[in-house]
Structure formats: structure tokens, C-alpha cells
């Protein structure tokens, strides 16, 4: 099997981050999507949605969406859990996992696609709501910043596959200058801490 | 315990829907959100991101964001299994439903919202963007033509929770004028057989 994907993106690396967690090798084949590489015909006849990462299995079917591919592996290889070991904390990976989705890592990206123009070729930017977006997105940094007071990790002692979606939202963040600061001393403080496993530097 | 929501909103009914097919008894606590009830201060103690449906437990312990509480239900009685049976048909449901949820619910919610200044008193509408997003779900709505025209549901033969999503967001869409058109006869065959199960009226 192989993952396609583009190394600098975001959603890529929280696949990969999460399969180095898990210990488990993967072939991956790079695709320019500056250029449109994965907007091509044989590219999106394995993923309609022509979103990077997509794994293909031996047998040709493809799994697009980056949360489901580490839940593919989850099952697979079901140890360490990363989504949660019993019913509660299942619902509380999943719980983070989205609000860090909803209220970052999308909001950081619309804000990047919206003010940059970087995929001006095939969507219709709209300055204003990009900067609104990163506004939402720094607002949410306060939200996180008062939990992690309280939370070794996001869901308490418990590092999940929703630490790493904040992890590659936060250094993502940077592309449009929204970096932590003084005022977040315990997201500073989560961040040296998940920042510095070896699965960081997949 | 019990969940906190707005009957017609499209997230609460999703779960709803979800715990009908389970078989799941369940008190539910109206909350007027045109009103900003949700966003009163017990209310947010319980649920930082002030969305509804939330669900509080009997110790208090309180689980936002819709997926989570459906999630919490299929690991406390897994049958009838509504995320899938098996590795790979779980990280597909999880595929669908992310894919309907990014690429119709969201911009569907996000043409309401930032066209009809419903929540103008909580948020900075930005109409050209309301408009964009609803050209976008209207976009999508031929990718899952095509899918269903080889798929009785998202996933195959198998209903699932992405089912679930994908009825909540076209019953939604009438708010924005977005309807299934004679070019969507797959669509069309699939939204009679899914709207006329039991757990459509919950």
C-alpha cells in the first residue's frame, strides 16, 4: 500500500505523524499540488475529492480524508490507541479532534487559501472572509489556552490523534503569521512537550 | 443523563436520527439559540465551543460536537453498528462522512449563516462568501450523483452514520433554496429510501 500526498501540507503530516506513533512503515508517492497534480484524471478517479493524503491499498481501493486513514490503521494495528481506549475517552478524542478541526486547523486554512491566493487557479478567494477566518482562528488559541491549565493533553493524560491535528494546525499557522504568544503560556507549554516526540520530525 | 439541543437545527437532528436506529431512549433539553440561550455562562461552562447538541452524563461530565455523542452511543451498545463493522468499512464511513460534512453540511450551514445574518449579533456575515459556499455545496451534490449511481448508500450496501449526515444536510439546505434536481435521479432514489425510515422522523 501507498500514501499520496504533499509533504508540506498540513493534512499529510498528521497522517504520517500518526503511523510514526504507531510504528508502521509507509511507501508515499509526492504529488505537486501547486501544479495540479492530483487534480488529474487518474489522480482523482482514486480520490474524488482531490484532497491530499489518499492511501491506496494493494487491491487498488483508496481511502481519502486523513482522520480516516489513522482510523484504517487504528484498527489495523490497534496499539498504542490513539483514539481512545474506552467509550468516554472515544468520545472525547473524537470531541477535540473536531473542535481543533472546526475552530483551527479549517479556519487557518481558509484563511491561507482566502488572503493568499495560492489555489487562485481552481477556487474563488475571498479576502475578507480569510481574514475573518484567521480572527476565529486566534480567538480559539484563548479556548485551548484556558483548557491546557488543566490537561496535560488535550484530553487530559491521554496524548491522541487529537493532540497531533493541533500540533499541525499550530505550525501550520505560521504560513499566515499566527504564531502563540506570551499570553499562552500553557499552550507553550504543550506545545515543547508534543513538538519534542519523534513522531514530530515524520 | 441528557442532551441539550435545538429541535430544528440540523446537528441535533443527526443525533437524533442516530439514536432512534439504536433504539436509544433519550430527555433532551430545548435551547433557544436564536436567543444566545446556549451561550449563557452555565451553558458554555458545559460546552467551551457553545454549540448544540451537547451531552450531559449523570456525573456531569458533558461531550459537544455531534459525531462524539454518536460515538459515545456506538461503543456503549454497538449494534445495530452505525460506523462500520470492520477496518476497512470503518475508515470508509469515516471518509463519507467527512466528505459530506466538509464539502456539503459546513458550506451549506455557511451559506445560511453568512446570507441571512441570523447570527449577526454573535459573528461578522460576509455575504459573498455565504454565496460562494452555497454554489460550492450545490457543486458537490454531482459528485455524490455520480457515487450513488454504483452505491445503494455512501458506504455500499451498508447505512451508516454518513447516511445520517447526508439527509440532516439536504433537509437543511431548503433554508438556502438548495433542492435535488431532475439531474439527480441517484441522489433522488437514495433520498426516498433513506427519508422513509422511522428514525427520519425523530
Known amino acids: 500500500m501507498k500514501i499520496y500526498e504533499t509533504k508540506s501540507a498540513p493534512n499529510p503530516r498528521r497522517v504520517r505523524m500518526f503511523l510514526a506513533e504507531k510504528g508502521i512503515d509507509m511507501e508515499y508517492v509526492e504529488l505537486d499540488i501547486?501544479?495540479?497534480?492530483?487534480?488529474?484524471?487518474?489522480?482523482?478517479?482514486?480520490?474524488?475529492?482531490?484532497?491530499?493524503?489518499?492511501?491506496?491499498?494493494?487491491?487498488?481501493?483508496?481511502?481519502?480524508?486523513?482522520?480516516?486513514?489513522?482510523?484504517?490503521?487504528?484498527?489495523?494495528?490497534?496499539?498504542?490507541?490513539?483514539?481512545?481506549?474506552?467509550?468516554l475517552q472515544k468520545a472525547q478524542v473524537e470531541m477535540w479532534q473536531r473542535?481543533?478541526?472546526?475552530?483551527?486547523?479549517?479556519?487557518?486554512?481558509?484563511?491561507?487559501?482566502?488572503?493568499?491566493?495560492?489555489?487562485?487557479?481552481?477556487?474563488?478567494?475571498?479576502?475578507?472572509?480569510?481574514?475573518?477566518?484567521?480572527?476565529?482562528?486566534?480567538?480559539?488559541?484563548?479556548?485551548?489556552?484556558?483548557?491546557?491549565?488543566?490537561?496535560t493533553y488535550l484530553c487530559g493524560n491521554y496524548f491522541s490523534v487529537a493532540d497531533i491535528t493541533l500540533l499541525c494546525s499550530l505550525d501550520f499557522a505560521r504560513v499566515v503569521k499566527i504564531r502563540l504568544q506570551d499570553t499562552h503560556p500553557n499552550l507553550q507549554r504543550w506545545y515543547q512537550q508534543v513538538s519534542s516526540r519523534p513522531s514530530a520530525k515524520a
Not at 38 to 61: C, I, Q
Not at 107 to 134: L, V
Open 34 to 87: 501547486a501544479a495540479g497534480e492530483n487534480l488529474n484524471d487518474a489522480n482523482r478517479s482514486k480520490n474524488v475529492t482531490t484532497k491530499v493524503p489518499f492511501l491506496e491499498l494493494d487491491d487498488g481501493t483508496c481511502i481519502g480524508e486523513s482522520i480516516a486513514i489513522c482510523r484504517y490503521f487504528e484498527e489495523l494495528q490497534p496499539e498504542p490507541a490513539l483514539f481512545g481506549t474506552n467509550p
Open 99 to 151: 473542535r481543533v478541526e472546526l475552530h483551527l486547523l479549517l479556519p487557518i486554512g481558509m484563511c491561507f487559501q482566502h488572503t493568499s491566493g495560492y489555489f487562485k487557479d481552481r477556487m474563488n478567494p475571498i479576502p475578507a472572509w480569510g481574514e475573518e477566518s484567521g480572527k476565529n482562528a486566534v480567538d480559539f488559541l484563548a479556548v485551548l489556552e484556558s483548557h491546557l491549565s488543566d490537561n
